[in-house]
């Protein structure tokens, strides 16, 4: 299966600060998605973006597939940010592969 | 409607006793997937089912036992746990195979005594 690097693996932001995560994928991907999970283990789709870019309210994604990066954008962060959010990809028909994840804390 | 529901929320077990996860979807779905989730891990991908046949089985001991009785319907059936298969179980549907968005359910918090 392909390998999904994410990064920064932790990040703690004042809120209203904006930020950006990043994904690498070691394949070309068709698939690719970026969920947030909240501190009750809900994993809650943010984006499908196999390419391109993609904006909902503070958050935008951008997937540049021929380089095989994603970037998710957060912008003026609150408290309900916070949690883990994880990319995964898919090449063909194929089961989605996950990042190990950024862990994200705002403080007040 | 994009929800997948899953039953019970939380279980705790024995290692003796048989237990069932249930997971439903019903937006037409024909994959439906089972993951497993450790702490400050991301999920892992268990089974894979396609057009109601399991097509995926990632070396899972078989004391986990999965079933698709329909297309809406995944369970997974629970014998002889170990203490380190406590976990959140993921259960997760796709229009196909690595086609379009995969959603999750809210997952099953497991906990084997």
């Known amino acids: 299966g392909i390998q999904v690097e994410q990064s920064p693996p932790d990040l703690i932001l004042q809120e209203g600060a904006n930020s950006t995560l990043r994904c690498n994928f070691s394949?070309?991907?068709?698939?690719l998605q970026w969920f947030h999970q909240n501190p009750w283990g809900q994993l809650i789709n943010l984006f499908y973006i196999p390419s391109g870019t993609k904006q909902n309210g503070r958050l935008s994604a951008t997937t540049v597939a021929t380089e095989r990066y994603s970037l998710l954008y957060i912008s003026s962060s609150q408290t309900t940010d916070s949690g883990v959010y994880f990319c995964a990809g898919a090449t063909g028909a194929n089961n989605l592969f996950f990042g190990t994840g950024t862990r994200l804390t705002v403080i007040p | 409607d994009t929800e997948v529901t899953q039953t019970p929320k939380h279980l705790v077990m024995g290692m003796t006793n048989k237990k069932s996860l249930k997971c439903e979807q019903h937006m037409g779905h024909r994959a439906m997937y089972w993951y497993k989730q450790k702490a400050k891990k991301p999920p892992e991908l268990m089974f894979v089912?396609?057009?109601?046949?399991?097509?995926i089985n990632e070396s899972v001991p078989s004391r986990f036992s999965p079933e698709c009785p329909n297309s809406s319907l995944l369970n997974l059936h629970l014998h002889a746990l170990q203490p380190e298969d406590s976990a959140l179980y993921l259960c997760?549907?796709?229009?196909?195979?690595?086609?379009?968005?995969?959603?999750f359910g809210p997952g099953t918090r497991l906990t084997v005594t």
């Open positions: 089912y396609s057009y109601e046949k399991l097509s």
């Open positions: 997760a549907s796709s229009r196909s195979v690595g086609v379009g968005e995969q959603y």
């Open positions: 394949d070309s991907v068709n698939n």
